[in-house]
């Protein structure tokens, strides 16, 4: 399957990676070789077939949403890498 | 001295000869000699293992029996150990330190087992060999020029050099089981929901299992017996039946099993001497009464495709977590952006393998290509699943190789990710089906050590333990360890 560049610089900014341009290339050659490799799933009949998300089939169960013990503030900081008053603190957004 | 069977040293310590303060002072000796070549190991607390030791020896004293009860056992470094760094093979949890135990941990905490070190692993589990960790691969310890077989690389090495007589990797889509088999040892990949994933970092959640390592089945069991269950912290997680045949294994009657041989598995690809090795293992059981009967597991050739598709695709989200926010690495931006600042620290935290498989994954997940790759991936999976239903309807267990060939040396797949990925080909349908699965050695050829691979329905994870008990009650290959000197 054909792979372009532009593809490999889509997927990177999606996935939030700043890719190095001597790593395009490669990630390019990579991603197209895996995806010719897997046109071996177009041989199979898939219609009506059901999905299989989860382990051994099951549906993925779900609980109440009730509130419980979890971290504190102080541990859910302890390895922010910068933090002030008791927020994460980030470069600006906008 | 080398720490290598459980069970000699489980009934050593209950009868009072020995302590836990010594074992695990023993346990540090040995990887101060050896760890500088073998480099299985990335963080240890000796004085709080130490002193944990010495509650177990106090334990012990007062009476108090458990089948891990003042133990060593090494942890996967993608296991959370409160206290401990914890960075899953990568750079880019640089500084992190583990704020809570993982169920499977704190389990074994509660049982008296001791963690003494956390183990080399490739980036966040993503690999085949051991190469792929940021901090140098872990070597294998019958032949230190060739690779120890990954992601739990660490692991598995602690335990085939007697770091400790127990350890905890991941498997994915093979990685206890891989380098289970290129070390001798023997590994267990659960039924998916036998062990709780709670603190584990995940990889891809619907195939990430928690798998214990050991010299035999039995020994394995011990540890094993006291992590399974349910856990209110991990919704998938699931009770098993049997677990109370746990802590005294005894070997399966094998008069009449039936030992399944997928055709699928037995191709050109295969190297000989694994082959004439299972061949040798299937007289074995045959011995004690077992038969063989061919089985097709007719969509093993999607099975690889399959779960590149899923397994990329999971890992393209699970690792979005990883940006520079709330822990682990920071690189600033130039502009003072936080779009930039999370680009340039994961670009800069992980490493080439980690990125393929994000970039991948993002493409699989991304719009137009959804239903052509992941949503195809999700039904081709649930034909792989009712393969194995049907052939356990002709078997009680099946029998394969777990890898084509044995160990190879360091850089002979690197260059080429597809060729590393075929490496998994005997071990990704069980773990896309969620299927309980263990490697076992079974000899060598060339020198190296070769596993066999059993599989069993799901929930039988007791049963297919006992059976590998009888297999090892009747051989000694599990016996050999690697000849080593500091």
Redesign the interface.
Same mark, same amino acid.
Do not use: W
């Given at each position: 399957m054909d792979?372009t560049r532009e593809?490999?610089l889509?997927?990177?900014t999606?996935?939030?990676?700043?890719?190095?341009e001597d790593?395009v290339e !490669?990630?390019r050659l +990579?991603?197209a070789?895996?995806?010719t490799?897997?046109a =071996?799933?177009d041989?199979?009949l898939?219609d009506g077939?059901? !999905?299989? @998300?989860?382990?051994?089939?099951?549906p #993925? @169960?779900?609980?109440e949403d009730e509130p419980r013990d979890a971290?504190t503030q102080a541990?859910?900081l302890?390895?922010? !890498?910068?933090q002030d008053r008791g927020l994460?603190v980030? !470069?600006?957004?906008l | 001295m080398a720490l290598g069977r459980a069970m000699g040293w489980r009934r050593s310590l209950d009868s009072g000869d020995l302590s836990s303060e010594s074992l695990v002072r023993a346990a540090f000796d040995r990887i101060r000699a050896l760890d500088g070549t073998l480099h299985a190991i990335l963080a240890t607390d000796e004085a709080r293992s130490l002193d944990l030791a010495r509650k177990a020896d106090a334990r012990l004293r007062a009476g108090e029996r458990s089948p891990v009860l003042g133990l060593p056992i090494v942890l996967k470094d993608n296991l959370h150990w409160s206290g401990l760094p914890m960075t899953c093979g990568s750079r880019v949890l640089d500084?992190?330190?583990a @704020?809570y135990d993982a169920t499977v941990v704190g389990r074994l905490l509660e049982a008296g087992a001791i963690p003494i070190a956390k183990a080399n692993l490739d980036e966040f589990a993503m690999g085949s060999s051991g190469e792929y960790s940021a901090f140098g691969p872990a070597r294998n310890p019958w032949d230190p020029t060739r690779v120890p077989g990954g992601s739990s690389s660490g692991s598995v090495v602690a335990v085939a050099a007697g770091y400790a007589p127990l350890a905890l990797g991941s498997d994915t889509g093979g990685s206890v089981r891989l380098p289970a088999s290129f070390c001798n040892v023997t590994a267990l990949r659960p /039924?998916?929901?036998v062990l709780s994933r709670y603190g584990l970092t995940a990889m891809a959640s619907?195939?990430d299992?928690v798998g214990p390592i050991a010299a035999t089945a039995a020994d394995l069991a011990l540890a094993f017996g006291v992590m399974a269950g349910a856990d209110p912290l991990d =919704? /998938?997680s699931v009770d098993l039946p049997g677990t109370e045949r746990l802590a005294d294994l005894q070997p399966l009657d094998l008069e009449g099993l039936r030992i399944g041989l997928p055709e699928e598995y037995f191709t050109d690809g295969l190297e000989p001497g694994v082959r004439e090795l299972l061949d040798a293992a299937l007289r074995v059981f045959e011995g004690r009464g077992a038969r063989r009967v061919p089985v097709s597991l007719p969509?093993t050739?999607?099975a690889?495709?399959?779960y590149?598709?899923l397994c990329t695709s999971e890992v393209?989200s699970n690792l =979005?977590r990883f940006?520079?926010?709330?822990?682990?690495?920071?690189v600033?931006?130039s502009d003072?952006?936080? @779009?930039?600042?999370?680009?340039?620290t994961?670009?800069a935290g992980?490493g080439?393998e980690v990125?393929?498989r994000?970039?991948?994954g /993002?493409?699989c997940l991304?719009k137009g290509y959804y239903d052509a790759?992941y949503?195809?991936? #999700?039904?081709?999976? /649930?034909?792989i699943?009712e393969d194995f239903r049907a052939a356990f309807a002709q078997a009680d267990i099946l029998a394969s190789p777990v890898s084509p060939g044995t160990a190879f040396p360091f850089g002979a797949k690197t260059a080429d990710?597809?060729s590393m990925?075929l490496a998994d080909v005997f071990t990704v349908p069980t773990a896309? +089906?969620?299927l309980p699965c263990l490697s076992m050695p079974a000899g060598f050829t060339g020198g190296l050590p070769v596993g066999i691979q059993l599989i069993g329905p +799901?929930l039988s994870d007791v049963r297919l333990l006992e059976a590998a008990h009888a297999f090892q009650s009747l051989t000694r290959h599990h016996l050999e360890t690697p000849t080593l000197s500091a």
């Open positions: 792979v593809d490999v889509r997927c990177a999606l996935a939030h990676l700043s890719l190095c790593e !490669p990630m +990579a991603m070789q895996m995806l490799h897997a =071996s799933l041989e199979l898939l077939v059901e !999905p299989m @998300p989860a382990g051994l089939g099951r #993925l @169960p779900r609980r971290f541990q859910a302890a390895n922010a !890498p910068d994460f980030v !470069p600006k957004v | 500084g992190y330190v @704020p /039924t998916y929901g619907s195939l299992q =919704s /998938t969509h050739r999607y690889i495709d399959t590149y598709l393209s =979005s940006d520079g926010v709330r822990y682990g690495l920071r600033p931006s003072g952006g936080l @779009p930039e600042m999370m680009a340039r994961r670009d992980l080439d990125k393929r994000i970039l991948l /993002t493409f991304s790759f949503l195809k991936a #999700l039904k081709a999976r /649930t034909l699943a990710p597809m990925y896309l +089906a969620g +799901a």
